[in-house]
């Protein structure tokens, strides 16, 4: 396995260890493919998340959102006293208990999340708030200082 040395990005870049970590721990995340997923963007600020999770109900699936990451659990219900025991010639279903993550970008929210034939969509997006959206500046006609009284500059008729 590969290794990453990041202290060169420490010393030389302010207020950017949040992105420096991200980086090496996605570069020594082991993944276990388990469950399968698709990240998609359905608008310029929207995005969704499809996991297959076959075999798992809405009861058995937590979503939590906390400081930017995003965790999706699945955990399988025992019910062997309801159920009478199965003998499977072949399973192909792994039914077995997982944790996805995944790191969301700064103003990034989940929306909903629904759960319809085995595959859980969850939407995403991004509202960035008034302060950091783009505003026009409007430009004055602007004004001059002359012996301390200002005047203002005669608009052009």
Known sequence: MRTYDFTPLYR???????LANQLKNAATQSDSGYPPY???TTGENAYRIEIAV????????????KEN?????????????AAPQKTYLHRGLAERDFE???QLADYVIVQDADLVNGLLSISLKRELPEALKPRR??????SSVIEGKIE??????
Do not use: C, S, Y
């Open 137 to 142: 500046v409007e430009i004055g006609a602007g």
């Open 38 to 40: 698709n990240i998609e």
């Open 12 to 18: 030389t870049a302010v207020g950017f260890d949040r």
């Open 69 to 81: 990451l995003l965790t999706v659990t699945g955990r399988k219900t025992a019910n062997d006293d």
């Open 152 to 157: 203002k500059k005669a608009k052009a008729a």
């Open 54 to 65: 076959a075999g798992f109900t809405a009861d058995e699936l937590n979503i939590e959102v």
């Open 100 to 102: 996805r993550r995944f």
